[in-house]
């Protein structure tokens, strides 16, 4: 099963895509910090927006 996680900036086109949801949490941290040092989000609101396709 792929997880999938779409950013939650509108502009930002940024999908993330892995096997498990702390593959995913990894590459979203990573995105967050190089495009969106600002944003503050938390780590519960970022799982409930894993989907899973
Ligand atoms: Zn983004």
Redesign the pocket.
């Known amino acids: 099963m792929t997880q999938q996680f779409d950013?939650l900036?509108e502009d930002?086109d940024?999908t993330a895509r892995g096997e498990t949801e702390d593959e995913l949490m990894m590459q979203i941290e990573q995105?967050r910090q190089g495009?969106?040092p600002q944003l503050d989000v938390s780590e519960e609101e970022i799982r409930r927006n894993i989907r899973t396709i």
Request: proline share 0%.
């Open positions: 950013c900036i930002c940024f995105h495009n969106h």
